[in-house]
């Protein structure tokens, strides 16, 4: 059975740094989009970071020039890499990976900032 399984999240201080990975396993079929999403206490989901199959990344407001999304391809794996982390970081955070008729989530993985 094809999934995403993330992980790497905790509890971290205001201005510390986690790295979360999303690692696909069984026949995760051919993907153009792999991102990261988040849903905040109350809030609705959102996405943070997403890269394309050639590489072009994109970023949402919040976390620019504070997280950086990358892939290694020969692992399948997709990483978020957050610094700076603020209170309003905290989130469960999930990965999305989508192709032209296939979509994959994860459970996600919990963050939380907090002193």
């Known amino acids: 059975q094809e999934q995403l399984k993330e992980s790497g999240g905790g509890l971290v201080q205001p201005g510390g740094s986690l790295r979360l990975s999303c690692t696909a396993s069984?026949?995760?079929?051919?993907?153009?989009?792999q991102a990261w999403y988040r849903q905040g206490p109350g809030k609705q989901r959102e996405l943070v970071a997403s890269i394309y199959d050639g590489g072009t990344t994109n970023y949402a407001d919040s976390g620019l020039g504070r997280f950086t999304i990358s892939r290694d391809s020969d692992k399948n794996t997709v990483y978020l890499q957050m610094t700076d982390l603020k209170p309003e970081d905290t989130a469960v955070y999930y990965c999305h990976w989508m192709g032209q008729a296939v979509a994959y989530w994860g459970l996600g993985t919990q963050v939380t900032v907090s002193s």
């Open positions: 069984g026949s995760i079929s051919r993907v153009n989009i």
